[in-house]
């Protein structure tokens, strides 16, 4: 069993109705039936989320999203309509609040890979394939793909492994013609946001998107987009395949938990234990210092 080591008690918000809570975001609905994210500081690993939070990433997740949002506008629609807490919000809420549109969401992740490495390289290494999709051969962790490719997931609850499966899988539960536009639009989206990254020496090796429908059919990307929950960042300059690479993420944090000194047994199946200072401090640097290399500016969050 896995999932919350303890789960939070929803902020109770005059007008708000609270829907969920997530790994990281805790999401509501106003009267007016708009949705309302709440990006948090909680941290998940190894299907766990951890004791410990980041402080600020909620913050940093949700500048950076919006960041991109801008960047991507003349690709597709997001679902922000504005990145204001609702009156009556608490104070912390300030800079980690998108107000969204409804979206009728698809069950999809939508996922671009460019490298390889990961649940693909695992993959790759029995059956030749990612999703379906046939590499060549010889393919080592690290390696760039000739093509970026589409390997789709269905999203799994909180404390369960999301299911990659292949294109054809999607058509069968969507349809063709949705399962085409899904990969046509996440393999534009990835090129956009790849090609931006490699300009701020940052390699874009996967990333995943969520995609809904708006009320006049329409897809929408919605959700996080190219933050290190949702992507794999690499710096360019230390990149060669045939090894792991660094990443601008939680890194940190999962070789802290399967180390000795975490006395964490992961085949037991009990709670991770509390996270040190000092990994803390490390994983908060590593994503600051992705926000600051994309965007060119220091991000506005919370100190330890």
Known sequence: MSGFVVKPEPVEVPGLTHLHTGKVRDLYATQGGELVMVASDRVSAYDWVLPTEIPGKGQLLTQLTLWWFERLSDLVSGHVLADTPPPGAPADWAGRTLVCRNLDMIPVECVARGYLTGSGLAEYEQTGTVCDVPLPPGLVDGSRLEEPIFTPALKAEVGEHDENVSFAAVAAAHGEKL???????????????????????????????????????ELVLADEVFTPDSSRFWPADSWSPGRPHPSFDKQFIRDWLTSPASGWDRAADTPPPPLPDEVVERTQAKYIEVYERLTGVAPDVGGR
């Open 179 to 217: 399962a085409a536009e899904l990969r046509d639009l996440t393999l534009a989206v990835y090129a956009r946001g790849r090609a931006i990254a490699e300009e701020r020496g940052i390699l874009l090796a996967d990333t995943k998107f969520e995609f809904g429908h708006g009320p006049g059919g």
